[in-house]
């Protein structure tokens, strides 16, 4: 299977950097690429669902893992590489404990995606030197020198 670069930047981003912001980023982009694919609509949500509830919206936590549950599930459990049965019940999990998060509250974690093709595990471990993380990670929806970069790279 071939991978799109976006996506293996996605998913150094979502493992490596924990940086959901730039995850929103790099898969808006390829969704947008996609004719709006809902797979990785689904994706983008789980990373938009974590960065609203590390940054204290719970109530968007809850409603982007929730949408991203809703779009994940209809796929193969082997999706696009990864262990996407996996994320799915951790998505799931995750919507459910924020539904209950004011009689309940527990602390943020972060979510990992296992990759299941050693193909694309080879494409993501390569890519990653080439990626630099974001120091300081971005806390809102500024465009940065990484998107007009990318924009430029469209062009040509």
């Not at 990992?112 to 080439?130: C, F, G, N, Q, Y």
């Amino acid at each position: 299977m071939t991978y799109d670069r976006l996506y293996v930047a996605f998913l150094v981003y979502f493992n490596r950097d924990r940086d959901y912001f730039e995850c929103h980023e790099v898969m808006e982009e390829l969704w947008l690429k996609l004719d709006k694919d809902p797979l990785h609509k689904g994706l983008l949500q789980v990373a938009v669902g974590l960065y609203h509830f590390r940054n204290g919206n719970v109530t968007g936590g809850r409603k982007m893992m929730e949408s991203a549950a809703q779009r994940l599930a209809p796929y193969p459990p082997d999706s696009l590489g990864i262990d996407l049965g996996k994320l799915l019940r951790e998505t799931e999990a995750y919507a459910a404990a924020l539904a209950n998060y004011d009689e309940s509250p527990f602390p943020y974690y972060d979510l990992t995606i296992d990759i299941l093709d050693s193909h694309l595990s080879e494409l993501v471990d390569k890519a990653a030197p080439e990626i630099e993380p974001n120091i300081p990670q971005r806390r809102g929806p500024q465009r940065g020198a990484k998107h007009e970069l990318r924009m430029q790279g469209r062009s040509e």
